[in-house]
């Protein structure tokens, strides 16, 4: 059971906007912010989303990441086959469960 | 090219010790602070241990503490965890993972990640 709620799954058409929630509490994502991440099949996580809404260099902007209070949500916008991936949200937590707290992963299917 | 490399994995019995290793380059290893995080088979991620620059500040992971110890040779490059008293529910696959700011205090994104190196506790 992960401390951030994630739904398993999720699915898209190409170009089709989708997107990701991630649930937390106010020792998490309330009060810190939300990174997201991205893996490939086979490969490692890759950072995808940084202090809730910052791209690294690099990263398309079809991908955008929202917080408000204590839920995060990740988009993808003109979604592309070589989105299919697993998605992660991660956050700092102030509490027991902390300092790192990970999503349980969605994975996301192209049709 | 900013990089970096575990080793050290492999078949433990339960009970047994392992250190993996991470291997840095193309860039000021002595600047960052350091996460091991790991992956279960089949399973999302689970994030293990964290230290400093300076190694002056460290975490653990509940399911980890009292058994793993993080450590870092800023003159080698290089970062470990030391794996004492391995479980069975340990099997993972273990990545290090690079704070993305320099002389950050934790609370930062994870922006590079070695490959992983498989660690399998099993009798």
């Known amino acids: 059971q992960s401390v951030l709620t994630q739904p398993p799954s999720a699915s898209g058409t190409p170009g089709q906007r989708v997107t990701i929630s991630c649930s937390g509490s106010?020792?998490?994502?309330?009060?810190?912010?939300v990174n997201w991440y991205q893996q490939l099949p086979g490969t490692a996580p890759k950072l995808l989303i940084y202090s809730n809404n910052q791209r690294p260099s690099g990263v398309p902007d079809r991908f955008s990441g929202s917080k408000s209070g204590t839920s995060a949500s990740l988009a993808i916008s003109g979604l592309q086959s070589e989105d299919e991936a697993d998605y992660y949200c991660?956050?700092?937590?102030?509490?027991?469960?902390?300092?790192?707290?990970f999503g349980g992963g969605t994975k996301l299917t192209v049709l | 090219e900013v990089q970096l490399v575990e080793s050290g994995g492999g078949l433990v019995q339960p009970g047994g010790s392992l250190r993996l290793s991470c291997a840095a380059s193309g860039f000021t290893f002595s600047s960052y602070s350091m996460n091991w995080v790991r992956q279960a088979p089949g399973k999302g991620l689970e994030w293990v241990s964290y230290i400093s620059s300076s190694s002056s500040t460290i975490y653990y992971a509940d399911s980890v503490k009292g058994r793993f110890t993080i450590s870092r040779d800023n003159a080698k490059n290089s970062l470990y965890l030391q794996m004492n008293s391995l479980r069975d529910e340990d099997t993972a696959v273990y990545y290090c993972?690079?704070?993305?700011?320099?002389?950050?205090?934790?609370?930062?994104?994870?922006?590079?990640w070695g490959q992983g190196t498989m660690v399998t506790v099993s009798s």
């Open positions: 106010s020792s998490n994502i309330g009060s810190n912010t």
């Open positions: 991660a956050a700092w937590d102030d509490s027991l469960n902390g300092p790192w707290v």
């Open positions: 993972a690079r704070d993305r700011r320099r002389y950050s205090s934790g609370r930062d994104a994870f922006d590079i």
